[in-house]
């Protein structure tokens, strides 16, 4: 089993960053393709970044391109998303997600990822 838990989160005011933490227990996290997703009030969930398992890409939304970063840490075990230059319409519950099934390319559908942490609130003052 893996288990996932997102922490970062926070209100800032719109063009500051936050960094969102995504520490993964169970297994390394080089094993596993980890995406980061969100969802805003009334909203669907979103993809907003991930990387593939081996590390060699990434993918972000259109949304998100150029102002966020996902990156992973191996000693910790541990997923980052810095996210700078954040709008008000980045105001959502952020979740981190884990998919293992290794595959070749990255998918930006959550229904492929298996795993997936409790979120964290992000909010955006204008």
């Known amino acids: 089993q893996v288990y996932l838990v997102e922490s970062g989160g926070g209100l800032v005011q719109a063009g500051g960053s936050l960094r969102l933490s995504c520490a993964v227990s169970?297994?390394?996290?080089?094993?596993?393709?980890m995406g980061w997703f969100r969802q805003a009030p009334g909203k669907e969930r979103e993809f907003v970044a991930a990387?593939?398992?081996?590390?060699?890409?990434?993918l972000y939304s259109d949304s998100v391109k150029g102002r966020f970063a996902i990156s992973r840490d191996y000693a910790k075990n541990t997923v980052y998303l810095q996210m700078n230059s954040l709008k008000p319409e980045d105001t959502a519950v952020y979740f981190c997600?884990?998919?293992?099934?290794?595959?070749?390319?990255?998918?930006?559908?959550?229904?492929?990822?298996?795993?997936w942490g409790q979120g964290t609130q992000v909010t955006i003052s204008s």
């Open positions: 169970g297994r390394s996290v080089s094993y596993y393709t």
């Open positions: 990387m593939i398992w081996n590390g060699e890409s990434t």
């Open positions: 997600a884990a998919d293992r099934s290794r595959k070749r390319t990255i998918t930006f559908s959550g229904d492929e990822y298996e795993y």
